[in-house]
Nanobody, 124 residues
Framework: QVQLVESGGGLVQAGGSLRLSCTVSGSIFSINTMGWYRQVPGKQRELVAT???????HYADFVKGRFTISSNNAKNTVYLQMNSLRPEDTAVYYCNLDGRNRYSDATVVPVNCWGQGTQVTVSS
């Protein structure tokens, strides 16, 4: 069973930095995309940044130039470096994995899972 273990959230002042980590626990045959999303109470979860297995990145406009997503494929870990944080970045940040697993009979199945979420709070 694939699980995502997140860490790195916390409280920081505006203008500060945090680094989130998300590690894949369990067996995964291949990863299409990993990403970070965020959610505040009463609002829909929104995309922050994604990275493909080949390293192609995509960012939401509101984090371009401030956040950087990266991955260590050997460790099955994805990171989100967040700089120049703003109070409006306050949210629960979730890691997502989209990939595939293969059973012993060669059946390939899609896998999509979420981490438990980590709180990021930016004070003004």
């Amino acid at each position: 069973q694939v699980q995502l273990v997140e860490s790195g959230g916390g409280l920081v002042q505006a203008g500060g930095s945090l680094r989130l980590s998300c590690t894949v626990s369990g067996s995964i045959f291949s990863i299409n995309t990993m990403g970070w999303y965020r959610q505040v109470p009463g609002k829909q979860r929104e995309l922050v940044a994604t990275i493909t297995g080949g390293g192609t990145t995509h960012y939401a406009d509101f984090v371009k130039g401030r956040f950087t997503i990266s991955s260590n494929n050997a460790k099955n870990t994805v990171y989100l470096q967040m700089n120049s944080l703003r109070p409006e970045d306050t949210a629960v940040y979730y890691c997502n994995l989209d990939g595939r697993n293969r059973y012993s009979d060669a059946t390939v199945v899609p896998v999509n899972c979420w981490g438990q979420g980590t709180q990021v709070t930016v004070s003004s």
